[in-house]
T-cell receptor
Framework: DTAVSQTPKYLVTQMGNDKSIKCEQN?????MYWYKQDSKKFLKIMFS???????INETVPNRFSPKSPDKAHLNLHINSLELGDSAVYFCASSQFQGNTEAFFGQGTRLTVV | QKEVEQNSGPLSVPEGAIASLNCTYS??????FFWYRQYSGKSPELIMFIYSNGDKEDGRFTAQLNKASQYVSLLIRDSQPSDSATYLCAVNKGDFGNEKLTFGTGTRLTIIP
């Protein structure tokens, strides 16, 4: 059983399109995150949600909209994709807000062409 | 100054030797410190965390923290080829309820058989 799972694993799309990435965790954690890892492998937090409530929004363009229908799911919708959005997006979860021992999903490699 | 700094490497260590990975951080208010291992094309995997000054040992891994010097390190004893990966240092910082992990850019470690 995968603890934190994301779909799709790979996503290739054209500039201007809208796409979504889905994430689910079965660890019973309260807090979920989206991270972006760029081509230089730098991993940076984008959003965190605690029990469906947005806690952290790290100056991400508003083309990125996270949604958490329940505490086990956190999706990321991206509008009007740009070349610079190409990266690996990781979903992660931790037991509760303030406990940042994060467990990561397998990542979604997004390529915008 | 970057919030979390690591030497990007590559760091090459002979099999069986001790690999020493270093990390410095800028925020004196940082409370907890993590080491993640990331194999190429895979997601980060938590291997150690440390909250208090001093050493913490787990199997072949030892994390060392010196808050006065704002320095955290990871020692890997009896290095194995399977230890070849990128090691990410991460620091937990932020106000209560807004804690987040800030990552360094990682050190690429290669164990030479």
């Amino acid at each position: 059983d995968t603890a934190v799972s994301q779909t799709p694993k790979y996503l290739v799309t054209q500039m201007g399109n809208d796409k979504s990435i889905k994430c689910e965790q079965n660890l019973g954690h309260d807090t979920m995150y989206w991270y972006k890892q760029d081509s230089k492998k730098f991993l940076k937090i984008m959003f965190s949600y605690n029990n469906k409530e947005l806690i952290i929004n790290e100056t991400v363009p508003n083309r990125f909209s996270p949604k958490s229908p329940d505490k086990a799911h956190l999706n990321l919708h991206i509008n009007s994709l740009e070349l610079g959005d190409s990266a690996v997006y990781f979903c992660a979860s931790s037991q509760f807000q303030g406990n940042t021992e994060a467990f990561f999903g397998q990542g979604t490699r997004l390529t915008v062409v | 100054q970057k919030e979390v700094e690591q030497n990007s490497g590559p760091l090459s260590v002979p099999e069986g030797a001790i690999a020493s990975l270093n990390c410095t951080y800028s925020d004196q208010g940082s409370q907890s410190f993590f080491w993640y291992r990331q194999y190429s094309g895979k997601s980060p995997e938590l291997i150690m965390f440390i909250y208090s000054n001093g050493d913490k040992e787990d199997g072949r891994f030892t994390a060392q923290l010196n808050k006065a010097s704002q320095y955290v390190s990871l020692l890997i004893r009896d290095s194995q080829p399977s230890d070849s990966a990128t090691y990410l240092c991460a620091v937990n910082k932020g106000d209560f309820g807004n804690e987040k992990l800030t990552f360094g850019t990682g050190t690429r470690l290669t164990i030479i058989p």
